[in-house]
């Protein structure tokens, strides 16, 4: 009797075994985590910053082309900036141009009629021609923001004449600060770059310094 109890008694301890080795495999492939379980897989936020999201309709896939839906072939393309050339000009001021007197500025186009009150250009010979632009910044107030800079030059005047319309144009931007500008102008203008061109007559040959 005692020796046909050990079989019994072993056979049901490996069935045992093997139930609790299937159950624990069963558990690891297919039951979720357990309550409390510190690493949980959550989906992403409401408003994620970096959803995705399907094409437009009727957008071809090309990828390499600005993204791969073409994203970027949309986006008009600039031409880069021709050099030495100033793209910001606002207005152009030469000795036929009509100054403001003690007016209040409103507009942009109204800077440059402002600094043709202090502006002395000096002297030209018959066939001379000269031309410079001036980049400065005002505050809100209609003060000199900074160091007025001259940005571009017609290198076809003669040396004196260049250095002595240069200086003009500095000296009229020191001389017609403060500026009056009105509340709504001084508030927009305060502190941006503004580039006047003057043109000592008209210019028939331009090249950049």
Avoid: H
């Avoid at 080795?21 to 994620?48: K, M």
């Avoid at 402002?114 to 031309?131: E, I, N, T």
């Avoid at 007025?148 to 290198?155: D, Q, Y």
């Amino acid at each position: 009797m005692g020796r046909s109890r050990v079989p019994a008694l072993a056979l049901l301890l490996l069935v045992s075994a093997s139930g609790t080795a299937l159950a624990q495999d069963t558990r690891d492939l297919g039951l979720p985590p357990a309550s409390g379980f510190q690493n949980p897989v959550l989906p992403p936020p409401s408003g994620s910053q970096n959803p995705v999201l399907p094409p437009e309709s009727g957008q071809r896939y090309m990828p390499g082309v600005g993204g791969p839906f073409g994203e970027g072939a949309r986006r008009p393309v600039r031409p880069p900036p021709t050099p030495g050339v100033d793209s910001g000009v606002i207005g152009t001021v030469n000795p036929e141009t009509i100054g403001i007197g003690d007016e209040t500025v409103d507009r942009l186009d109204q800077i440059g009629p402002a600094l043709r009150r202090c502006w002395k250009p000096p002297a030209l010979q018959v066939g001379d021609s000269a031309a410079a632009s001036v980049r400065f910044s005002l505050r809100r107030d209609g003060t000199l923001f900074g160091q007025p800079r001259v940005t571009w030059e017609m290198r076809r005047a003669p040396p004196g004449l260049r250095e002595r319309f240069t200086d003009s144009l500095m000296r009229a931007v020191r001389d017609c600060t403060p500026m009056r500008l009105s509340p709504g102008l001084g508030g927009s203008i305060a502190g941006r770059p503004i580039i006047i061109r003057f043109f000592g007559s008209v210019p028939t040959n331009e090249r950049s310094v």
